[in-house]
């Protein structure tokens, strides 16, 4: 691989032991992907947060590059931790947890990196432009971000994309490259798309049917930010797909060529197809929205539903946010409003990286196939999907 003389000193370890390990990092990732040589970033969004996902060794890990003088190099956000940093007793968290992962995000404080805690970096303050080359490691975030902005980035690990931060590196390879962007599929959908819910249904569904590639959306005539960040979550959950494109609402779209591509017709019995499988028996008592992190106009429409209306008794009703959006949501009412009616809303966390099973709830439903893909193998709870005023309804009275 061909490195300038800058990333030969990072490599040799002259600007610091932590920034030498990462670069090590960064040259074999580009090594086993054929990458030719490294492209600067011009930010990160990190992964491996929760205490309960990287555990002691990952928190000995971020103490020591912490301790070694490690400092991000571009802008570097966080994804969920495994608690509400403020909110944690009421989500049933223990002492030593709340200890532990308060290490991690201190020993993140220390490195510069934005204690943000979200899955969608792009509503929290790190938006990157059309074109930038990135380092994202949050599977939906890696699939909006290439998708409806038009930045450039493979989905990278939680070590990796802080590898990235702190050499503002990353191998030039898959989907920063022309060839790794373009249409490999053709997706004909012949569903009415009515809220967010069916585009979580579409792309859990196309995950499934294509795997890995790159589709081509047809036959959707509008799409807004709540649509499309769902259906990003739902593609990589189901699939291995880092972006699509979208005829008059993608950047990328109006410069591809699909002649000759395949087409995958995906129809309402396609969609209902992803929610039985998604979907297992038992009644569900608790409703958890926010996967990814509900935006203000989500929570002002959970709000709405909620109107005249409680939580049952014996219910839940968890909604999970950003500390960005949470603020403002408060500063509206929103969150006041719906704390009013019997539910919770936390930040900093979500459904599938927190410890749900402390809850004392056993079914899961949610309007996100994402977290309903996750939480029965992260929590051992039982999920079920439906749409956001049914899955909230639920657990209403009456």
């Known amino acids: 691989m061909l490195l300038t003389g800058e990333e030969e000193r990072m490599l040799s370890g002259a600007e610091g032991r932590a920034v030498g390990k990462g670069m090590q990092l960064i040259v074999a990732l580009g090594e086993v992907f054929g990458a030719e040589r490294l492209v600067r970033i011009t ?67 220390r490195m510069g990196v934005e204690t943000t805690c979200t899955c969608t970096p792009y509503l929290a303050g ?45 191998p030039l390879y898959g989907l920063h490259l022309d060839e790794g962007r373009r249409a490999t599929a053709i997706v004909e959908v012949g569903a009415e798309l009515r809220s967010p819910h069916e585009f979580s249904l579409l792309g859990y569904a196309v995950g499934m049917r294509m795997g890995a590639g790159v ?40 410069f591809q060529d699909t002649a000759g591509l395949e087409r995958i017709l995906v129809s309402a019995q396609d969609l209902e197809k992803a929610r039985e499988r998604l979907s297992s028996h038992g009644e569900p008592d608790l409703a958890c929205i926010g996967c990814p992190h509900c935006s203000v106009k989500e929570l002002a429409e959970i709000a709405r539903i909620l109107e005249g209306r409680r939580v049952r008794a014996g219910k839940g009703l968890w909604v999970w946010t950003s500390r960005a959006a949470y603020d403002e949501a408060k500063r509206r009412g929103y969150v006041q409003a719906i704390e009013a009616a019997g539910g919770k809303v936390f930040a900093d966390t979500c459904m599938v990286v927190c410890p749900l099973e402390a809850s004392g709830f056993s079914h899961m439903v949610t309007n996100s196939c994402k977290a309903a893909h996750y939480v029965p193998s992260t929590s051992g709870m039982g999920a079920s999907v439906r749409s956001l005023e049914s899955a909230v309804s639920e657990v209403l009275e009456g």
């Open 215 to 254: 589709p081509f959306f047809e036959g959707i005539k509008r799409a807004e930010v709540e649509d499309l960040k769902i259906l990003s979550a739902a593609l990589a959950a189901s699939g291995g797909i880092g972006m699509f494109h979208m005829k008059g609402v993608t950047p990328e779209a109006r």
């Open 43 to 109: 930010s990160a969004q990190i992964a491996g947060v929760s205490y309960g996902n990287i555990g002691d060794a990952g928190l000995e890990l971020l103490e020591d590059w912490a301790s070694a003088g490690a400092r991000v190099r571009v802008k570097a956000t966080l994804n969920p931790a495994g608690m509400d940093l403020e909110r944690w007793r009421e989500m049933g968290v223990g002492e030593e947890y709340y200890g532990k992962q308060i290490r991690i995000i201190k020993a993140f404080e």
């Open 126 to 170: 790190n938006l990157p432009s059309f074109g930038d080359h990135i380092a994202w490691s949050e599977s939906s975030a890696v699939v909006y971000a290439n998708s409806v902005l038009g930045a450039r980035t493979n989905r990278e690990g939680g070590p990796s994309a802080l590898a990235a931060a702190l050499t503002g590196r990353t």
